[in-house]
């Protein structure tokens, strides 16, 4: 039977590495959501998480069809492969994607693209105390 530190050492590495990570990404995702973009002849922008819902691509894989689209906009796939987050598949078509102010105003002229609308964070009005239960 092994001593219990030599176990209790063994239980948490694991849990120490998960934490590492966790603290990792979430660095990584604040230091994105804070970046400038600069538009060409202009002032640097600040890009913000936007939902695009489009048309369903016929034939084509979603993720490509919506690079393309952003790649229009954005002037290279690189530059719509690092601004797209994410793509909606199942209960709406779309993506998600960091975008300027103007790169909104020039991709909802793109064929295909249905809205562009702002990111939102809701709060939820529920519970003992928003009730007014307690």
Known sequence: MRPKSNMLRITIAPFLVLLLSISAFSWFAVSMADREVVVEGGEPSKAEVHIVYTEKPEGDEPEASHLRTLATVLGSEEAAKESLLYVYKNAAT?????????????????????????????????????????
């Open 94 to 134: 779309g993506f998600s994607a960091k975008l300027t102010p103007e790169q909104v105003a020039e991709l909802s002229k793109q064929p295909g693209v249905l809205q562009v609308v702002p990111n939102m964070k809701l709060q939820l009005h529920s519970g003992p105390g928003r009730l007014h239960l307690t």
